[in-house]
C-alpha cells in the first residue's frame, strides 16, 4: 500500500506560478499511474492532470492546459505539478492520487491511494 504525502502549496498573486510534489512511500512508485485533483470550497473534487506509470503519457483539464505541467521521477518516488500564470478560479485544496496501473485515468473513484491535499491560494 502506498501513502502520498503533498507539499508546495500556498499564496501566490495572480500570474504567479506553484510547484506542487507528491512524495510515496511504502509502495513500488513506478508501479503506479498518478493523478493531480482539487476540490474549491463547496465544489466537488475534479481532475486537473494525470501521468502515466512510465511518465509517457499524460493528460490535463482544459482549464490548465498550457499552464501546467505534470511530472515524475520514478527514481526519487515523486510527482510535480508545475503550475504556471496561476489564476484566482486555480484556488483549491490539491491532491494527489495513485492507481497501481500502467496508463492513467481522469476519474477520481478508479484511483485507490490519495495523499492529503495541499492548499492554494491565488490572490488576484
Known amino acids: 500500500q502506498v501513502q502520498l504525502v503533498e507539499s508546495g502549496g500556498g499564496l501566490v498573486q495572480d500570474g504567479g506560478s506553484l510547484r506542487l510534489s507528491c512524495t510515496a512511500s511504502?509502495?513500488?512508485?513506478?508501479?503506479?499511474?498518478m493523478g493531480w485533483f482539487r476540490q474549491a470550497p463547496g465544489k466537488e473534487r475534479e481532475f486537473v492532470a494525470a501521468i502515466s506509470r512510465s511518465g509517457s503519457n499524460t493528460d490535463y483539464t482544459d482549464s490548465v492546459k498550457g499552464r501546467f505541467t505534470i511530472s515524475r521521477d520514478n527514481a526519487k518516488n515523486t510527482m510535480w505539478l508545475q503550475m504556471d500564470s496561476l489564476k484566482p478560479e486555480d484556488t483549491a485544496d490539491y491532491y494527489c492520487?495513485?492507481?497501481?496501473?500502467?496508463?492513467?485515468?481522469?476519474?477520481?473513484?478508479?484511483?485507490?491511494?490519495w495523499g492529503q491535499g495541499t492548499q492554494v491560494t491565488v490572490s488576484s
Open positions: 492520487a495513485a492507481k497501481s496501473t500502467s496508463y492513467y485515468y481522469i476519474l477520481r473513484y478508479e484511483y485507490d491511494y
Open positions: 511504502g509502495g513500488i512508485f513506478s508501479r503506479y499511474a
